[in-house]
């Protein structure tokens, strides 16, 4: 692979970076660690400017090109947070605090973005301005929007914006789709309202759970049933709370759970349609039910003209027969629709292989991607702002 000699010189260095970044793992907002390290490094590589804070704990570093003629400004995004998983994967490099592990791959994102900030520090071989976003709280969902708020792309004039992530595809492929890539993600929160009573005299009560369960199985003929077989479309419902012992009929249940489409008037009908099948059902058993629909994150979009140019990129590094324009968008949520909704842009997926896929306690970051990944994200700034 046509690995630029200064990126490939860098493997060792950056793959020391993302196993301490993995070591310590931290949460959605609260990332001192690794926010701090972020910035110190960018000030070591020679940023022109670098700013913390945006967006409660964000960090952007700021390079600019041997050129300003072009006057355009590109932003280039990566996460920081970690997950609340415990891991398991026995690896020396392990997380160190229990309960929280990298187990999505951004600590890999954050260290393929810091190796291309020394890279393009240090030639500045393009002609415009690079800015390097560190972003917080993308398992939350919060974190682009705080950043956007803090005026993200105004204050430092982005123009368009790029992200990248990781996934089980083979190692050395990229997937550049135009238009819709990810899903929407909306969470559900049902609550079940009943009748509490002796578990010996279930005829007394109104069973929480029962119309719990009813309600499990009744959503389910949304997809299957209402949703046309040509969209995608998921409802799951993953988390069921009711009673306490085992002799008491609880007087509330309650079930959350998420949807995850890739049309509006899709999501629009799923909701609608969720309404009616919670109460109906609930009604049916004598219970009422309330639902609280929340639409969390939208699609992640891009657009025409940035997937093409970053599908170039990414060709320049593994060749074109190597980059997959056609794979179909993913079920998963990425916070990164909320600047693409702003600006410009595209998010690319980047292949890593892999026996354990994404958030599973075994899961790895794959370190013999990171040349590949720095490299791409040089080869974008040097390709879309040529010196």
Known sequence: MPIVNRIAALHDEATLWRRDFHQHPELNFDLPRTCGIVADKLRAFGCDEVVTGLGRTGVVGIIRGRGQGSGKVIGLRADMDALPIHEISGKDHASTTPGKMHACGHDGHTTMLLGAAKYLAE??????????????????????????????????????????????????TFSVRQGASSAAVDWIHIVVEGKGGHAAKPHLAVDTILVAAQIVVAVQSIVARNVDPLESAVISLCSLNAGFTNNVIPQTAELRGTVRTLSKDVQDQIEDRLRSVVEMTAKTFGATATLTYQRACPMVVNHAAEADHAALAAASVVGDIQVDRISPPGMGGEDFAFMLETRPGCMVGIGQGGDYGLHHPAYDFNDEILPIGMSYWARLVETRMPA
Not at 153 to 172: C, K, L, T, W
């Open 123 to 172: 030639t500045r071989n393009f002609d415009g301005t690079v800015a390097l976003i560190f972003q917080p709280d993308e398992e939350g969902g919060h974190g682009a929007r705080a950043m956007i708020a803090d005026r993200l792309m105004e204050r430092f004039g982005i123009q368009e914006v790029y992200g990248m992530h990781n996934s089980a595809a083979p190692v050395g």
